[in-house]
């Protein structure tokens, strides 16, 4: 079994990797285990998102595990500036490759959601009953209308003034909505499988990771 530790923006994206991801993952032969990327002052709460600070989040827990990925948004980036997805993963794999002891690329493998991991919770719309205080008919209508307007959960975006997250906060009444307590419900409600089907950024890492168990490669 292979230890996989995924650098995660905050405590949301932990518990879907820990609740979600893991049990998916192990019949691969992949124990994956979430750590958030911890804010300035310590403490556990996620925190500021930059390359420089997620390459020295990889080279932390390198020797720790076998393997090391990341799982942040696109848009939580503070540095983004006019980069790409694939620009910033590269670069957050070269920042790491820079400051980390004998630093293989094969054990290493940055993940930049797109744009959101809230886009993943509209694989399924009506998976959002899990909010149950702002759960509405009404609500379900409006989340199923965004879901429909694009390609795929992935391709919500429009601006980060309109990405998922801020969608789904402007469809629930005000309070009623929770990342933190209802996105790892929505995703374990939904299921991997699902979210894979609809989501080719994601499948496409999630097949990556799978990859790392099935190659039986070790250091």
């Known amino acids: 079994m292979i230890r996989?530790?995924?650098?995660?923006?905050?405590?949301?994206e932990v518990e879907f990797v820990n609740r979600c991801l893991e049990p998916y993952l192990r019949p691969s032969g992949v124990s994956a285990y979430g750590t958030v990327l911890s804010a300035k002052s310590g403490r556990h709460r996620g925190g500021r998102v930059t390359v420089d600070r997620l390459a020295q989040k990889i080279s932390l827990h390198y020797s720790e595990a076998d393997r090391v990925s990341t799982l942040v948004d696109f848009y939580g980036f503070q540095d983004r500036a006019s980069r790409t997805r694939a620009q910033l993963e590269a670069d957050i794999a070269s920042a790491a490759r820079a400051i980390t002891t004998a630093y293989d690329p094969r054990y290493v493998l940055p993940y930049v959601q797109r744009h959101e991991f809230e886009g993943l919770l509209f694989t399924n719309p009506a998976d959002f009953e899990w909010a149950e205080d702002g759960w509405s008919e009404e609500v379900k209508a409006a989340l199923m209308a965004v879901?429909?307007?694009?390609?795929?959960p992935e391709?919500?975006?429009?601006?980060?003034?309109t990405a998922p997250s801020k969608r789904?906060?402007?469809?629930?009444p005000e309070g009623t909505y929770s990342k933190p307590e209802h996105g790892p419900l929505i995703a374990e409600a939904t299921g991997i499988t699902a979210i894979r089907a609809k989501c080719p950024a994601f499948n496409a890492w999630v097949a990556q990771l799978q990859a790392?168990?099935?190659?039986?490669t070790w250091r």
Do not use: M, R, Y
Request: aromatic share 10%; hydrophobic share 40%.
């Open 4 to 12: 996989v530790c995924i650098i995660c923006e905050g405590p949301t």
């Open 155 to 161: 391709d919500i975006n429009d601006s980060p003034e």
């Open 212 to 216: 790392w168990g099935d190659s039986q």
């Open 168 to 172: 789904i906060l402007g469809i629930f």
């Open 147 to 152: 879901a429909q307007a694009f390609p795929n």
